[in-house]
């Protein structure tokens, strides 16, 4: 579970260095933010300035990065993934673990960069 999380956090870290507004999140919002949720329940992520990442805080940088509308209450999405849990599909973490075995930063098949091409008139 250690090295599932430690991955997850440096997957974290990546996408807040990535640049605003040249990338996308193609995954669910849930999925996104469960992610966030095991970082920070699970692991010390600290900004630049070494203040530790809240819940919303990490929420909010992330969103901003990958062009995601952010949630107004981010807390539901992880109650309504922890009620239908094992209903549709195997939990996030589950998940994350059978793709890890695979892919080295499975987080990073769901963000895509932004076309910077603008139209021709």
């Not at 260095?17 to 699970?42: F, H, Q």
């Not at 998940?95 to 910077?116: C, G, K, M, N, Q």
Request: proline residues 6%; hydrophobic residues 35%; positive net charge.
């Amino acid at each position: 579970m250690e090295r599932i999380l430690e991955s997850m956090k440096s997957e974290i870290v990546a996408i807040l260095a990535l640049s605003p507004d040249r990338y996308t999140w193609k995954g669910t919002t849930t999925d996104l933010l469960e992610a966030i949720n095991a970082v920070c329940m699970g692991c010390d992520l600290c900004d630049a300035t070494g203040r530790c990442y809240s819940f919303g805080r990490l929420t909010h940088d992330v969103c901003l990065r990958l062009n995601l509308h952010e949630p107004h209450n981010p807390r539901s999405y992880l109650s309504k993934a922890r009620q239908r849990r094992n209903l549709h599909r195997p939990p996030f973490m589950r998940r994350y673990a059978l793709a890890l075995e695979t892919v080295d930063r499975p987080l990073f098949r769901y963000i895509h960069a932004v076309s910077l091409e603008r139209e021709q008139p």
